[in-house]
């Protein structure tokens, strides 16, 4: 094997590829990255069995032929090099690194311990803007349980339907639903594990107006854009039947300024009960105005208030703040709707000009 390509190129490659290659005891090929040369050119690869990650690297292939080294080691190792042509050669089981002025060998594992990483049939596409899904799982993925015990909600559920998608997560306390218009005539209802998730949100990051294939079938979804896929199992089992819990009506509406709504919050919770962030939202229909209040034994008390547009009655309901703070920070609007029942259901948050996002939150009861 004998590859000559430039330092950016296969910086670029490595640092989207090495993220996953995790230190594994118990299998340490899956802490590499195969180096895999055909005449097309060099694609990385790094696995930890649930996610896949292949990279395209344009290169000069000299002498086909794979192999496979440390991730991390060589992601660092190649970022420090200068901006110039790196040649990698294989030699002797050992992989060989030279620049102008530096030559290294770095020891590692043959490719044929490496694991496969399974096809994905490419029935199955979906395009979708890079852009619109990136914003769009940002404003969905935070909603998601941190707990890996739960596996179903440790995920974000994608629901193809005619021309839309649906992102939906939940930790039980929260719930975020964001619709998308796209070209679809395929339905399938796929949970997809937050952290496949987290690393295509991260590498999005790298890519800008991208478009984003999405193959699936009931076992797998890839997405692919760029010279990059990313395949990963879905989750067997069933998603929550949330639409249940989003009431259909509220018998009070609100309309509220976000530059105003955000800093009384975080002044207010400056003295709320540590651990439980509790907060009182008081909404008054005669005053025009939202008292946001809390108090604690230990710090003090504080209150706020925030002039409004009202339609409906009185009402007050406690929310954990930091859930409200997480909604807000993902509306892209200058105005949010927040829409309540009593202090015993939950409330709905909604930017004013974004019918297509949900974001649920449970209230905290007294």
Known sequence: MRIICTQENFNKGLGLV????????????????????????????????????????????????EF?????????????????????????????????????TINGMEAED????????????????????????????????LDTSRVEINAVNFVFKKDELVLAATDSYRLAEKKLKIENDKEANLIVPLKTLQELLRILGE????????????????????????????????????????????????????????????????????????????????????????ASSSMGTSTAKVPIEIKGEDNDIVFNYRYLLDGLSNMSSDEVELKINNNASPGLIQPTNDKNYKYLVMPIRQ
């Open 18 to 65: 090495s993220h996953i290659a995790n230190k594994n005891s118990n299998l340490p090929i899956l802490n590499n990255v195969l180096l895999k040369a055909e005449k097309e050119g060099l694609t990385l690869i790094t696995t930890d069995l649930e996610i896949g990650i292949k990279v395209f690297v344009r290169s000069k292939i000299e002498t086909p032929g």
């Open 68 to 104: 496979t080294v440390d991730a991390k080691l060589l992601n660092s190792f190649v970022s420090l090099l200068p901006r110039e042509n790196i040649e990698v050669n294989l030699e002797e089981g050992n992989l060989e690194v030279k620049t102008k002025n530096q030559e290294t």
């Open 114 to 145: 490496f694991p496969l990483i399974p096809d994905i049939d490419k029935e199955n596409e979906v395009n979708i803007s890079g852009t619109a899904l990136r914003k769009s799982l940002s404003q969905a993925i935070f909603a998601a349980s």
């Open 207 to 294: 890519y800008e107006n991208q478009q984003v294939k999405i193959y699936f079938n009931e076992n797998q979804i890839m997405f692919a854009f760029d010279g990059v896929e990313l395949v990963s199992r879905v989750i067997d089992g069933k998603y929550p039947d949330y639409k249940q819990i989003i009431p259909d009506d509220f018998s009070t509406i609100s309309k509220i300024k976000v530059s105003e709504f955000v800093p009384a919050i975080k002044s207010v919770a400056l003295f709320c009960k540590q651990g439980i962030n509790d907060i009182r939202f008081s909404l008054d229909s005669t005053k025009n105005e939202l008292v946001i209040a809390t």
